[in-house]
């Protein structure tokens, strides 16, 4: 299974991004979707995550600006980044879990990442 992760590019501090996570496959049962971000010397931290039947989680350092959601019919998954701060500045990966093809074999895949810059 594959994850293609799209929308990232350079924006002004409290500026707006909206990153895509999508997955391709046959016959995909996508189960919780996490979107990861690793900044300059820094480690890989978990930013929010979701689940096939919608509940999400936030990092508490993107609570109230960041805002994941699904699209199960497209395999789809999206995290709108509104005020955004130049701490947020990183490259933002897609992981996703699940069960693929007619024998329902587990996945667990990543996106290549995306770079997000936030500077003025």
């Known amino acids: 299974v594959q994850l293609q992760a799209s929308g990232g590019g350079l924006v002004q501090p409290g500026g707006s991004l909206r990153l895509s996570c999508a997955a391709s496959?046959?016959?995909?049962?996508?189960?919780?979707v996490n979107w990861y971000r690793q900044g300059p010397g820094k480690q890989r931290e978990l930013v929010a995550d979701i689940t096939t039947g919608g509940m999400t989680n936030y990092a508490d350092f993107v609570k109230g600006r960041f805002t994941i959601s699904r699209d199960n019919a497209r395999n789809t998954v999206n995290l709108q980044m509104n005020s955004l701060k130049p701490e947020d500045t990183a490259v933002y990966y897609c992981n996703a879990a699940g069960l693929y093809g007619l024998g329902r074999a587990p996945f667990n895949s990543w996106g290549s990442g995306t770079l997000v810059t936030v500077s003025s």
């Open positions: 496959g046959r016959n995909l049962n996508i189960d919780r």
